[in-house]
T-cell receptor, first 113, second 111 residues
Framework: NAGVMQNPRHLVRRRGQEARLRCSPM?????VYWYRQLPEEGLKFMVY????????ESGMPKERFSAEFPKEGPSILRIQQVVRGDSAAYFC???????????FGPGTRLTVT | EDKVVQSPLSLVVHEGDTVTLNCSYE??????LLWYKQEKKAPTFLFML????IEKKSGRLSSILDKKELFSILNITATQTGDSAVYLC???????????FGKGTRLHILP
């Protein structure tokens, strides 16, 4: 059973470009969480999705950030018009049930130049 | 404001020592507490604690939750250099759908 997969692993974008981060949950998992880890800070929750639905996006910045988890395909975290402050490691985690233990993907390291 | 606080922030010990990492929480509608180990990649799951006073063990690692005093500890006995990592504590809330992480304890084991 493959673990949580994220791609790309490293992404470099210039200021103003768009970044798309993908997350494929573990087989059988329908709950997906996105986190951001900034240097010297802990993991910060961004958004919780369950197939086709955004359950909680209270940790998402109000502008430029969006997330989706379509019926078919991976979950996507989209950052429009990136700025230097968006540079961070973005982790995705999945779980089989509501508030069950989460399994993390390897992360995508976004660098904005 | 909901928060999870870990201490110490960093710890350096010699191989073979026993360490205790602390995690205190103040969250509304607490449901469970989780421990993760993060090396230079994604966090890996260690324990989920829901009931007070029941110790969970996995090899040299063990953890326990005190819901009255609102804290948990993670013990590592006979430490090895491979235990060097950041250990994260996180809390799930019952009604909300998010999880709050502490800033982690950076553990370094000297050979």
């Amino acid at each position: 059973n493959a673990g949580v997969m994220q791609n790309p692993r490293h992404l470099v974008r210039r200021r103003g470009q768009e970044a798309r981060l993908r997350c494929s949950p573990m087989k059988g998992h329908s709950h997906v969480y996105w986190y951001r880890q900034l240097p010297e800070e802990g993991l910060k929750f961004m958004v919780y999705l369950q197939k086709e639905n955004i359950i909680d996006e209270s940790g998402m910045p109000k502008e430029r950030f969006s997330a989706e988890f379509p019926k078919e395909g991976p979950s996507i975290l989209r950052i429009q018009q990136v700025v230097r402050g968006d540079s961070a490691a973005y982790f995705c985690a999945s779980s089989p049930r509501y508030q069950d233990e989460q399994y993390f993907g390897p992360g995508t390291r976004l660098t904005v130049t | 404001e909901d928060k999870v606080v870990q201490s110490p922030l960093s710890l350096v010990v010699h191989e073979g020592d026993t360490v205790t990492l602390n995690c205190s929480y103040e969250v509304t509608n607490f449901r469970s507490l989780l421990w993760y180990k993060q090396e230079k990649k994604a966090p890996t799951f260690l324990f989920m604690l829901t009931s007070s006073g029941i110790e969970k063990k996995s090899g040299r690692l063990s953890s326990i939750l005190d819901k009255k005093e609102l804290f948990s500890i993670l013990n590592i006995t006979a430490t090895q250099t491979g235990d060097s990592a950041v250990y994260l504590c996180a809390s799930f809330m019952n009604r909300d759908d998010k999880i709050i992480f502490g800033k982690g304890t950076r553990l370094h084991i000297l050979p």
